[in-house]
C-alpha cells in the first residue's frame, strides 16, 4: 500500500511537470488574453482586466492585449491610459486595424491632427475603402478648416453608405459652419434615427435647435435626454435653465425638486433649489429653510451646510437657527465648532467685537488648530486695524496644511489694505493654486487680467474654478461676458441659460442673451430684448447704449431717436436716457436739440452733475471755444459743492487754459474733501513739480511719493519726473527706463527721459529721446506740455 501511495505522488508530479514544460509563456500569454476577450464580451470588466494584465506579465508580445486593455480605459474615459496602451498595442502589431482606428480619433481628441492624418492613411494604404479611416481624415479637415476636401469625403461616404451615422454628423458640422441650420438639423434627424440614444448627436441637435431660438425643440430636446438619462443631473440643470428663462417657473422648480428627493440627503441639490428661490422667488427661501431644518434633524453636517448657505445669501438672522441647532447636536466636536465660528462671524459683520474676542477664546481653548477660527481671528486682527499683526499672524498660518488658500486670500486682503498689491497678488495667485474656486482670490486675479486684455490667462483661470463650482453666479458671468467678448457664442448661450437659474440679477442674463444676438448681427431680436429690459429697468444704461448701436448697425438711427425722445418723456427723471438722448444728437450735429434737452433735464433735476458735464461739452462744441464750459462747470458747482467729478473737470478746464493757480486751488480743495483720490493727487503734483518754486516742487514731491509702488505707468511717470526736478536723477533716470520698457509710445515719458539722460551727460541718447517724444507727438496729432521746452533743448544742443 505504501508503495502505491508513493508511485502515485510519483505519476502525479511527472505529468505535473510535463504539463508546465509544455505550456510556454507565450501560450500561457494566448490563453489569458482569449480568456479576457470572453470577459470583455460579456461585460465582466474587472475580470476582464485580470486575465489581460497577467496576459502581459506571461508574455509581452501580444498587441491585442494592450488593444483590449484600451477598449477598457475608453468604457472608464481614462483617455489618456487608453491611448498609451494603443501606442504599445501597434508597436507590438502595426497591423492592427482598429488599433489605429481608435488611436487616430484619440489623437484628434488630443490635437495630434498630422499624426491622425498618419493613422488614417496607414489603414488606407492596406484598405482604400475602410470608412473609419476616411472619417479621420475628414474630421481632421474640418479642424484644419479645409472644408472642401473634408465635405468631398463626407459626401463620397455619404454616396455608398447614407445612414453612417459619423459621417451624417460631420455634414451636419459642416452645414452649421455654412450657417445652414436647417440642413444641418436634417442630417443630425437622419443621423438619429439611426441612432436614437447617441448623445453627441442630440446635444448638437439642441446647440442647433437654440441657435435657431427654437425654445420648443430645445425643451423637447431636453426632455427626451432625461428620459434616456434618467440619473444625468445636468440634463435636469439645464431644462430647469430653459424652463426659468422662459419664465416656465412652476416647471423648473417642479425638476429641481424632483432632483431634490432623489438625492439621498445629499446637500448639492437642495442648495441649487435655494439658489433657484433666492433668484426666482426671495419670500420662499426662509419657509423652504426651515422645512429643510425639519426634514434633516439629527444631521448635523447637512444642516451645517445649509445654514453656511443661509448666511452667505444675506439671511444671517435666519440661519442662526440651524448654527444653534448644530452646535447643540455636536457641542464641541468638529461641526459643533465650525457652527461657533460661523456665528462669531456674523458677530464681527455686526462689530459686536467684545463678543467675537469672548468666542474665539472659547473656541480656540478647545481647538487651538481649528482652521477656520483662526480665520476668523486674522479678520478680526484686520477689522481692528491691525494690519501688520494679521499679516505676521497669517503667514505662520500658512504652514497649516487646511484651508490654506483662505489663509492666503486673507493675506491678500492684508496686503491691498498696505497698498502692497505685488504681494497681494501673489498671495491671491497662491490661493488659486491651492483652490482655483477660491471666489475672494478668484475675481482680484481675472479681473486684472482682463483689463490687461489677458484673456487667455483670465479663462484658465476661469475654467479651472468653474469645474469645481459650476453653478457660481460670479463665475457663470464672467464665462458668458468673456465668451461674447471672444465671440464664442455656444458657450457663453451654455453659461446664459445656466444663470436663468440662479441670477438674483433677473435683468443679467436676458441682457447677456440680449448681448449674443446683437454679436451675431440678429439686431431686430436683440432689439426686442434689450427694450424688454429697458421697459422693466428704464435707466439700464448698457441695454440703452446696445439699443442705439442695434439700431445704428441696421441703419436706423432715426429709430433710435424716436425710442429714447419717447421712453424720455415716459420717464423724465432717468438720467441715462438724457445722456443716451445727448450724446445720438451731439452724433447728429444737432447741438440745439442736445442743449434743449440738457437744460430741460436740469429743470426735472437740478442738482444732476452729470448733466452739467454733458452740458459743458456741449457748450465747448457750439462755441468751439473750451472755455465756454467753465461757466456751466460753475453753475454746477454752486448746487453741487462737494462733487468730485464737477471740481475735477473745471480744474482739468484751468490747466487747458493755462490758469495754474486757479487749477491747484480747484485740486487742493477736492483733496481737502477726498485725500485719497489718486487723480487729484497726481495732477496736483504735476502742477508743483513745474513750478519754479523750490517750495512747491518740494509739495510736488511729497504727493507724488505714493506713486513710488503704483501700478498705474502715468502715476509713476508723475513720481520718477519729480525725483528729477527734486534733484534725485539717477533713480528718476532709472525708474523711466523701466517704464519706457512698458510704454513706449508715450511722447511725456520720452521727453521726461530725455532731461533725465541730458541730466546725467548723456547727450546723444538725450537727443534721440527728446526728438522721439516730438515725432511721437506729432504721430498722434496730440501735444503733450513739455513739448516746446523739447524743441528749446534740441535747438541748444544742436545749435
Not at 480656540?364 to 486695524?385: H, V
Not at 489694505?417 to 491651492?434: G, N, P
Not at 489677458?454 to 464672467?478: C, G, M, V
Not at 502742477?687 to 511719493?705: C, P, Q, T, V, Y
Request: hydrophobic letters at 40%; proline letters at 2%; charged letters at 25%.
Amino acid at each position: 500500500m505504501k508503495r502505491k501511495i508513493i508511485s502515485s505522488v510519483v505519476l502525479a508530479c511527472t505529468f505535473l511537470l510535463q504539463t508546465a514544460a509544455c505550456s510556454s509563456p507565450e501560450e500561457s500569454a494566448r490563453s489569458h488574453l482569449q480568456k479576457g476577450k470572453e470577459l470583455f464580451e460579456k461585460g465582466e470588466f474587472d475580470k476582464a482586466l485580470l486575465e489581460l494584465k497577467t496576459a502581459s506579465q506571461s508574455s509581452d508580445k501580444f498587441g491585442e492585449t494592450y488593444l483590449y486593455m484600451a477598449l477598457l480605459d475608453e468604457k472608464n474615459n481614462n483617455f489618456k491610459s487608453m491611448r498609451q496602451n494603443l501606442i504599445r498595442a501597434l508597436e507590438l502589431e502595426p497591423s492592427l486595424t482598429s488599433a489605429k482606428i481608435k488611436l487616430g480619433k484619440l489623437d484628434i481628441v488630443f490635437g495630434d491632427l498630422e499624426k491622425a492624418l498618419e493613422q488614417a492613411e496607414s489603414v488606407l494604404t492596406s484598405d482604400s475603402s475602410n470608412i473609419d479611416a476616411k472619417m479621420i481624415k475628414a474630421s481632421v479637415y474640418i479642424k484644419q478648416l479645409k472644408k472642401d476636401q473634408a465635405a468631398e469625403i463626407v459626401d463620397f461616404v455619404l454616396k455608398d453608405s447614407p445612414d453612417n451615422v459619423e459621417a451624417l454628423s460631420l455634414q451636419a458640422a459642416l452645414f452649421a459652419e455654412k450657417n445652414e441650420i436647417d440642413q444641418a438639423l436634417g442630417a443630425v434627424n437622419k443621423a438619429l434615427g439611426v441612432q436614437p440614444a447617441n448623445l453627441s448627436l442630440r446635444l448638437f441637435k439642441i446647440k442647433l435647435d437654440a441657435g435657431l431660438n427654437n425654445i420648443d425643440s430645445v425643451i423637447k430636446g431636453y426632455q427626451e435626454l432625461i428620459q434616456l438619462y434618467p440619473d444625468a443631473g445636468n440634463f435636469k440643470l439645464s431644462l430647469a435653465s430653459i424652463y426659468s428663462m422662459t419664465d416656465k417657473l412652476e416647471e423648473a422648480e417642479r425638476l429641481l425638486r424632483e432632483m431634490v428627493e432623489k438625492s439621498n440627503d445629499k446637500v448639492e441639490p437642495e442648495i441649487v433649489l435655494f439658489e433657484f428661490l433666492n433668484a426666482r422667488a426671495k419670500d420662499r427661501v426662509i419657509p423652504e429653510y426651515k422645512a429643510m431644518l425639519n426634514r434633516h434633524q439629527g444631521q448635523p453636517k447637512v444642516l451645517l451646510e445649509l445654514s453656511k448657505w443661509m448666511v452667505a445669501s444675506g439671511y444671517a438672522e435666519t440661519g442662526k437657527e440651524g448654527l444653534e441647532q448644530v452646535v447643540q447636536l455636536e457641542k464641541n466636536n468638529e461641526a459643533g465648532l465650525s457652527a461657533q465660528v460661523i456665528l462669531a462671524e456674523i458677530a464681527l459683520t455686526e462689530k459686536q467685537f467684545s463678543a467675537v474676542e469672548s468666542s474665539l477664546k472659547d473656541i480656540l481653548s478647545i481647538n487651538s488648530e481649528l482652521i477656520q477660527a483662526n480665520l476668523l481671528k486674522g479678520r478680526f486682527l484686520l477689522a481692528q486695524n491691525k494690519t501688520d499683526e494679521a499679516i505676521e499672524f497669517l503667514n505662520k498660518l500658512v504652514w497649516n496644511k487646511t484651508n490654506v488658500d483662505d489663509v492666503y486670500s486673507l493675506l491678500g486682503d492684508a496686503y491691498l489694505i498696505k497698498q502692497d498689491r505685488k504681494q497681494a497678488e501673489k498671495s491671491f495667485k497662491q490661493a488659486l493654486e491651492v483652490n482655483p474656486a477660491n471666489l475672494a482670490a478668484f475675481s482680484r486675479v481675472y479681473s486684472n487680467y482682463v483689463q490687461a486684455g489677458q484673456n487667455e490667462n483670465a479663462r484658465q483661470y476661469l475654467e479651472k474654478a468653474l469645474s469645481l463650482k459650476q453653478n457660481d453666479i460670479l463665475l457663470l458671468t464672467s464665462k458668458a461676458e468673456l465668451d461674447i467678448l471672444e465671440k464664442k457664442w455656444d458657450g457663453a448661450q451654455e453659461s446664459i441659460q445656466r444663470l436663468a437659474l440662479f441670477s438674483k440679477d433677473k435683468a443679467m442674463p436676458i441682457y447677456l442673451q440680449a448681448n449674443v444676438l446683437q454679436g451675431k448681427g440678429k439686431y431686430a431680436e436683440a432689439i426686442s430684448l434689450y427694450d424688454k429690459l429697458i421697459q422693466q429697468y428704464p435707466n439700464h444704461l448698457n441695454s440703452l447704449i446696445n439699443l442705439v448701436k442695434s439700431y445704428e448697425a441696421l441703419g436706423q438711427r432715426e429709430n433710435a431717436v424716436a425710442y429714447l425722445e419717447k421712453l424720455h418723456v415716459k420717464y423724465p427723471d432717468q438720467l441715462n436716457t438724457v445722456g443716451v438722448l445727448s450724446d445720438i444728437y451731439i452724433a447728429n450735429n444737432d447741438f440745439v436739440k442736445t442743449k434743449k434737452v440738457l437744460t430741460d433735464q436740469l429743470k426735472h433735476t437740478p442738482k444732476a452733475a452729470s448733466i452739467y458735464l454733458a452740458l459743458a461739452r456741449v457748450e465747448a462744441m457750439m462755441n468751439k471755444n473750451i472755455s465756454s464750459a467753465k461757466d456751466v462747470y460753475l453753475r454746477g458747482l454752486e448746487v453741487n459743492p462737494n462733487d468730485p467729478q464737477l471740481a475735477m473737470a473745471l480744474a482739468a478746464l484751468y490747466e487747458q487754459l493755462n490758469e495754474k493757480e486757479n487749477a491747484i486751488r480747484v485740486y487742493k480743495a477736492v483733496l481737502d474733501k477726498n485725500p485719497d483720490n489718486n487723480l487729484a493727487i497726481n495732477n496736483l503734483a504735476s502742477l508743483l513739480i513745474e513750478s519754479n518754486s523750490h517750495d512747491e516742487i518740494s509739495k510736488g514731491m511729497e504727493l507724488a511719493k505714493v506713486f513710488k509702488d503704483s501700478e498705474n505707468s502715468y502715476f509713476q511717470d508723475t513720481y520718477a519726473w519729480a525725483l528729477i526736478k527734486a534733484g534725485s536723477n539717477e533713480e528718476g533716470l532709472k525708474l523711466l527706463q523701466s517704464l519706457i520698457l512698458k510704454e513706449p509710445k508715450l511722447p511725456e515719458f520720452r521727453y521726461h527721459l530725455g532731461v533725465a539722460h541730458m541730466n546725467a551727460g548723456n547727450k546723444a541718447t538725450a537727443i534721440s529721446e527728446l526728438k522721439q517724444s516730438i515725432s511721437l507727438s506729432e504721430k498722434q496729432k496730440r501735444n503733450f506740455y513739455g513739448k516746446d521746452n523739447a524743441k528749446k533743448i534740441l535747438e541748444e544742443i544742436e545749435n
